[in-house]
């Protein structure tokens, strides 16, 4: 491997905190959820809820609900107003490109990289986001847990999905992963992936990243496309 990342090949980018700006949607679907499970606002319940789902933001949603209702039903009640909620609000107009991040993804595709986008939100949901951003055909694929088997992160598993479906590396270490939670970093640690990068715009900090394993840590995808150049 280069200094300059010349040779990857395959970019692995999250979506809500990565290139998409939800504004905090997640914590509010997540009261949407509370509400439809009988969580009282202000209790301590929901208080320690609230902070597991802001502690484990780019785990797979369905996961996350497994471990704060236990049973599977409760779990996938839980998971479908969550989904409902944000969906509403994506609908509603309240998400953005982060700045500059649509432009970072042409440039790394202009550069013959092949980009995946990625999420932890069932498959609905990213289609009304992608939908809602103008972004479908954006990238060749895009990937949420159940197109892995139903592992989200911090499992690997939708970035070895995205080097078998994509067939676009030859390598794992020819793959970059880029992602604003320690969840992004460690799935890409766990890939064995060439570059793994966390970003500042969204849920997790430099301390995380480095925790996870980060081999970088990025103010923002825009500068991904100059890192891998060696211009950064």
């Given at each position: 491997m280069t200094?300059?990342?010349?040779?990857?090949?395959?970019?692995?980018?999250d979506m809500a905190?990565?290139?998409?700006?939800d504004g905090g949607l997640v914590e509010r679907a997540f009261e949407a959820a509370a509400a439809e499970m009988g969580v009282a606002p202000g209790s301590?319940?929901?208080a320690e809820k609230l902070d597991h789902v802001r502690a484990t933001m780019g785990e797979s949603k369905i996961s996350v609900f497994r471990h704060l209702f236990g049973a599977e039903d409760l779990a996938r009640r839980a998971n479908t107003a969550f989904e409902k909620?944000?969906?509403?609000?994506?609908?509603?107009?309240?998400?953005?490109?982060?700045?500059g991040a649509r432009e970072a993804i042409e440039q790394l595709q202009a550069d013959g990289r092949t980009v995946v986008l990625t999420t932890g939100f069932a498959r609905v949901t990213q289609d009304a986001v992608l939908g809602?951003?103008?972004?479908?055909?954006?990238?060749?694929v895009t990937l949420c847990p159940a197109d892995a088997g139903?592992?989200?992160?911090?499992?690997?598993?939708?970035v070895l999905e995205a080097f078998v479906r994509t067939k676009a590396a030859d390598d794992v270490r020819q793959v970059a992963v880029a992602g604003d939670t320690s969840y992004d970093v460690l799935s890409g640690v766990r890939a064995g992936a060439g570059l793994v990068a966390g970003v500042r715009t969204g849920a997790h900090g430099d301390a995380e990243f480095d925790a996870a394993g980060a081999t970088h840590v990025l103010d923002s995808v825009t500068e991904l496309p100059f890192?891998?150049?060696?211009?950064l």
């Open positions: 200094s300059t990342f010349e040779d990857i090949r395959l970019v692995v980018l905190g990565t290139t998409v700006a301590a319940d929901h909620a944000y969906g509403e609000l994506v609908d509603g107009g309240l998400i953005a490109p982060v700045p809602a951003l103008g972004w479908r055909g954006l990238v060749p139903g592992r989200g992160r911090p499992f690997p598993d939708m890192l891998l150049k060696g211009v």
